[in-house]
Nanobody, 116 residues
Framework: QVQLVESGGGLVQAGGSLTLSCVVS????????IGWYRQAPGKQRELVAG???????YYKDFANGRFTISRDNVKNTVTLQMNDLKPEDTAVYYC??????????WGQGTQVTVSS
């Protein structure tokens, strides 16, 4: 089992920044990749950015240049730094961890609201 706890969401004005954190616990050695996802009202959950063991981070186009994902293996934390936020970034942001056998775990989510 893998447990994920997100924090750092909130309300911010357009152009502002937020930092989301995901603390990973449990069977961490079984985790191959960790990603941040988001789900806006009425829309499907989508990938924002991810980081896979031994590889460079990857980003969806809308996140490239504005968001940065990083992993601290000592603190078992994955952070998403979000800059130049836009109203369309408003969503619940989830941390997701993929095991090597492709089973995925989810955190409870954290709300990000960007006002115009």
């Amino acid at each position: 089992q893998v447990q994920l706890v997100e924090s750092g969401g909130g309300l911010v004005q357009a152009g502002g920044s937020l930092t989301l954190s995901c603390v990973v616990s449990g069977n961490i050695d079984s985790v191959n990749a960790i990603g941040w996802y988001r789900q806006a009202p009425g829309k499907q959950r989508e990938l924002v950015a991810g980081i896979m063991t031994g590889h460079n981070p990857y980003y969806k186009d809308f996140a490239n240049g504005r968001f940065t994902i990083s992993r601290d293996n000592v603190k078992n934390t994955v952070t998403l730094q979000m800059n130049d936020l836009k109203p369309e970034d408003t969503a619940v942001y989830y941390c997701g961890a993929d095991r090597f056998d492709s089973i995925r775990y989810w955190g409870q989510g954290t709300q990000v609201t960007v006002s115009s």
